[in-house]
DNA sequence: AAAAAAG
């Protein structure tokens, strides 16, 4: 493993870095930082929670040098006003040692403040494209300066809903200029229309073809659900499982609406992130999920990228998502640094054919969801909990379906922690778990290729292999048939992975 | 089709 200090980074920043317990790289950045420091346009690929922030945050700092004078050098573009806010406190931090000035500008707040801190010559923004293209349009916000460019989230920024803002905003900033494009997922044709952009960009991807498309670190479970019954069973999932960090996704905002009430009613301690919400009333459910004031977070597809939250245990689909790319965002909100992670889905009926989507561009192997018979309620009891496996779910019933269970039932699983969860635990190791329950930990056929990075300007293959390539895209990532690499499933790492940042 | 992003 490399330190910071050994890619070059300038003292006062490995020096801040250290303040925060982080002093060797992963691999996106031992991969990124070389090339991103003497100014390579990079699209730069990594899994969710490897540390691509730092990937490109470092190289944009020490670029910027210490120059003094005033006025917008770099900008960061993200695509929500609560992933602006975590980006500008890595950069704050990355600058704590230098004058360099961060400001973050986003909407659903004052102008004021935000302008104030331009009008007094902050150097790097980050920020979500309305505010700041508003800002732009009243020239309160000059980016002609703007030398170093980043797209965090790059795909999701050229997405149509982004694009034609992303297109202004280029426009905008310097003609000559370092700019850099950072994602998890990165569809072949994304990639090409990024070229736009760019100037001989290198595309580099720090993930073993080997290894699969999704995070190792974290375990996937799909059940299929009633829609009408989901509630309670996540309820049973937080409360069988304890000590859970939970983020739950819905596909609305009338649903996270619906569930946080739902949860809190029922005595967790619930917070929610939606675009109907107030952005101050967003801001305290983030904070408060992140300092571990609340344990249970409810969001929409706002909160699907980049959000990073330490130690979330469990992610949960209350809704699929449409496509694999958001579920790869989704359940990367878990199994960040090298730590592990469940993700749990839920897939309605009339929704299998998404998850029959997924299934197929993820190469989960993964046939059918498993029912959890909502028409038989005690079944519930059996629906295998995979995390600690501390034992049935037991929580006390509450809706009417559950009411309607035999007597004695609930009070018998409550007590059964011992005798049943040791026999679950060996059914599982027997390989008699019921089909399909989990499938992360796949068979390793041994051949494991060392990890390496292709690094090839001309490449425009996707990662997630999903989406439709374009030319270039059609070779494979390690020349073999995509049938062999599909059957050679990933290899669970065993727990150690470089663990960034405590 | 929903969500996000200016107000």
């Known amino acids: 493993m490399t330190t910071f200090a050994e890619l070059g980074v300038d003292q006062d920043i490995v020096e801040a870095l250290a303040t925060k317990g982080i002093v060797d790289s992963f691999p996106i950045q031992e991969q990124t930082i070389p090339l991103g420091l003497p100014g390579q346009d990079i699209i730069g690929q990594a899994k969710t929670g490897t540390g691509k922030t730092f990937g490109f945050g470092i190289p944009v700092v020490q670029r910027l ?3 003094p004078a005033p006025g917008v050098k770099a900008l960061i573009v993200v695509p929500t006003r609560e992933l602006a806010v ?18 973050a500008i986003y909407g659903g707040k004052a102008y004021e403040g935000q302008i104030d801190q331009l009008k007094a010559g902050a150097q790097i ?3 979500t494209p309305g505010r700041l293209i508003d800002l732009n349009n009243q020239r309160l916000l000059d980016l002609s300066g703007a030398t170093e460019v980043v797209l965090d989230e790059a795909d999701k920024m050229l997405d149509l809903g982004f694009l034609a803002d992303i297109e202004k905003i280029f426009t905008k900033v310097a003609p000559v200029r370092h700019t850099q494009l950072f994602s998890a997922t990165m569809p072949g044709p994304i990639v090409a229309l990024a070229r736009r952009f760019m100037t001989n960009p290198i595309h580099i991807r720090a993930t073993d073809p080997d290894e699969g498309l999704t995070q190792a670190n974290i375990k996937h479970l799909v059940y299929r659900a009633h829609s009408l019954d989901k509630d309670e069973i996540i309820a049973r999932i937080l409360q069988a499982e304890g000590g859970t960090k939970a983020v739950i996704f819905t596909r609305t905002k009338r649903a996270a609406q619906k569930l946080v009430d739902e949860l809190n009613d029922r005595g967790f301690n619930a917070g929610s992130v939606h675009g109907d919400m107030s952005q101050e009333a967003r801001e305290r459910s983030m904070a408060a999920f992140k300092a571990g004031k609340k344990d249970v977070l409810i969001a929409t597809d706002v909160a699907a990228r980049g959000i990073d939250v330490d130690d979330v245990t469990h992610v949960i689909n209350h809704t699929i998502p449409d496509d694999e790319k958001t579920y790869l965002h989704r359940a990367g909100r878990t199994g960040r640094a090298g730590k592990t992670g469940i993700a749990v889905t839920f897939v309605d009926w009339d929704d299998l054919h998404k998850w029959a989507l997924i299934n197929r ?3 989960f192997g993964q046939p059918e969801p498993v029912e959890t018979y909502s028409s038989s309620p005690h079944l519930y009891e059996d629906l295998d909990i995979p995390a600690g496996t501390k034992g049935r779910i037991a929580t006390a019933p509450k809706t009417q379906s559950v009411r309607t269970q035999k007597p004695g039932r609930a009070a018998d699983a409550a007590a059964d922690t011992g005798e049943d969860g040791s026999r679950r635990r060996r059914r599982r190791r027997s390989g008699t778990t019921p089909v399909g329950s989990t499938f992360t930990e796949g068979v390793d056929a041994g051949a494991s290729a060392p990890a390496s990075t292709e690094a090839r300007a001309s490449d425009a293959s996707d990662q997630d292999g999903a989406g439709t390539h374009d030319g270039a895209g059609k070779e494979h990532h390690d020349g073999k048939p995509a049938v062999a690499r ?12 470089p663990v960034q940042g405590a």
Do not use: I, P
């Open 65 to 67: 040098g210490l120059d």
């Open 86 to 103: 975590q980006v500008y406190e890595d950069m704050d931090m990355l600058t704590s040692n230098r004058s360099t000035s961060v400001v």
């Open 125 to 127: 923004v980050v920020g």
């Open 361 to 363: 561009a993820l190469e």
């Open 486 to 497: 599909r059957r050679r499933r990933r290899r669970h790492s065993g727990g150690n992975a």
